[in-house]
């Protein structure tokens, strides 16, 4: 089966009878997530195809289809059975084939974007896309906006967060009596709150009120440019509670975006936070002019006191081998576009970090998360000299080229150490 079409266990129930005689099926929505209640039921259509056979007589296909796709199996208790013949309010199981083009239409269904910003909302409100931050690029049609968060919350089935670390809690704090009942609450910010410390998911959870395992987060190579120019992605959705996993990639699945699930939050978490500090060093780096050879060791070296600082306060290893923790960190240091890879760049060539911002333009989390990963490692007796050296800069105490020469020197020791 190709790479990009998923199997779908679906919650089948039966409901009476076709006019023929057979089975008439619901399908619990969103996968059939125990949670959604005796409502979350919809209708499954049927319908017969007549496929051409070449050399041969036309052949009848009873097609059974539910909003995921069509069913290759409607009870996978009994997969050989030809036909569902049994009472009503039955329930069983069957594989839905999740395919491309229902992915794209499902993925497109309706957004509705809050912004503060009345320039940036007119213009997604008048089709003309988001010129400000996204020249060039055109938003589907189903991309509304408005600058009442109430009203872009209003019957929202999942409600995505995407702001700087910084303004997360304040924003949402603001709105938690608006967020719909058990619509999981997706971050997608890489940034850990200065003075708690806290994660986006566990800032998410505290200022929504909301279970944690509610909240999910999706990290990973996630360049925004690249994406809304519908470049090949792939991301990660992390979250405690599988089926919120689940539920969050499916609804953002396309056939060029493509989130694996995971249950190592605080793992993946971890990695889009500390990428954009070593993001920052690499940027140095090449704003001091130096070569592959030295961006390389600080994307390796920054990948292993990643992996460290992870374990240390309790994520799996692999996890930042992966999407959330090398692809990110790929992705940033390697792109022109990452802002902390160019705020990185300006350090590096001697602005202090005010002047750096003004260059860049936009959010760059490592600055401000830089002094909150270093007390972490320090409270997890954990050692991060890339970030040691990268704090010192972006506070004004030394030149990026003195923290370079500061990092080369230090003991020499065991790599694995
Ligand atoms: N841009 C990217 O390629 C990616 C960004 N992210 C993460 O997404 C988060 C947001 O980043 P971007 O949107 O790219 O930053 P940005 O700097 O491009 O945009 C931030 C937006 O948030 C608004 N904003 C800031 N404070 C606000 C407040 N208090 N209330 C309301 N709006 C406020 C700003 O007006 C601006 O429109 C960050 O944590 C970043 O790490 C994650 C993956 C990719
Ligand atoms: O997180 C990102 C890519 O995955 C975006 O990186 P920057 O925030 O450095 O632009």
New binding site residues.
């Given amino acids: 089966m190709a790479d990009y079409q998923d199997l779908l266990v679906e919650r089948l129930r039966v409901d009476g009878r076709d006019e023929d005689g057979g089975s008439r099926l619901l399908a619990h929505g969103a996968g059939g997530r125990a949670e959604d209640g005796p409502d979350g039921w919809e209708p499954v259509e049927r319908r017969t195809e007549i496929v051409d056979v070449a050399g041969a007589e036309p052949v009848r296909v009873d097609v059974v289809e539910t909003a995921r796709g069509p069913l290759l199996v409607l009870d996978r208790r009994r997969p050989d059975a030809p036909a569902l013949d049994l009472a009503d309010g039955t329930e069983v199981e069957g594989l839905a084939l999740r395919a491309p083009s229902r992915v794209l239409a499902d993925a497109g269904a309706e957004v509705a974007m809050w912004?503060?910003?009345l320039e940036?909302v007119a213009a997604v409100a008048g089709g003309r896309g988001n010129p400000a931050?996204l020249p060039g690029v055109a938003l589907p049609d189903a991309v509304t906006a408005t600058t009442d968060p109430r009203r872009a919350l209003e019957g929202a089935d999942v409600v995505v967060l995407?702001?700087?670390?910084q303004?997360l809690r304040?924003?949402l704090g603001g709105v938690a009596d608006a967020v719909p009942a058990g619509a999981p609450l997706v971050s997608?910010?890489?940034?850990l709150e200065s003075g708690s410390r806290l994660r986006m998911s566990e800032v998410v959870a505290e200022a929504s009120g909301a279970a944690r395992e509610r909240v999910a987060v999706v990290?990973g190579p996630?360049?925004?440019?690249e994406i809304a120019e519908r470049q090949p992605t792939a991301t990660v959705v992390a979250a405690h509670a599988p089926d919120v996993a689940a539920e969050v990639a499916a609804a953002c699945a396309t056939p060029v975006f493509r989130p694996y699930t995971h249950h190592d939050v605080l793992g993946v978490e971890l990695g889009?936070v500390v990428k954009?500090v070593v993001g920052l060093a690499v940027g140095m780096a090449e704003g001091l002019g130096y070569g592959d050879n030295a961006k390389a060791s600080i994307i390796t070296r920054g990948l292993a006191q990643t992996s460290r600082l992870a374990v240390a306060l309790g994520a799996e290893a692999a996890t930042l081998a992966g999407l959330a923790g090398m692809g990110d960190l790929v992705a940033t240091c390697a792109s022109p576009?990452s802002?902390n890879h160019q705020t990185g760049v300006q350090l590096g060539r001697g602005l202090d970090v005010g002047a750096a911002a003004r260059v860049v333009r936009?959010?760059a989390?490592g600055v401000r998360s830089a002094p909150s990963v270093l007390a972490l490692a320090r409270s997890a007796g954990v050692e991060m000299p890339i970030v040691e050296q990268v704090v010192d800069v972006v506070e004004g105490r030394v030149h990026a080229r003195e923290a370079a020469r500061l990092l080369l020197a230090r003991d020499l020791k065991h790599e694995a150490g």
């Fill in positions: 912004g503060r910003r940036v931050y995407a702001l700087p670390s303004s304040g924003v997608l910010a890489k940034g990290s996630n360049l925004a440019r889009g954009n576009l802002r936009q959010t989390e």
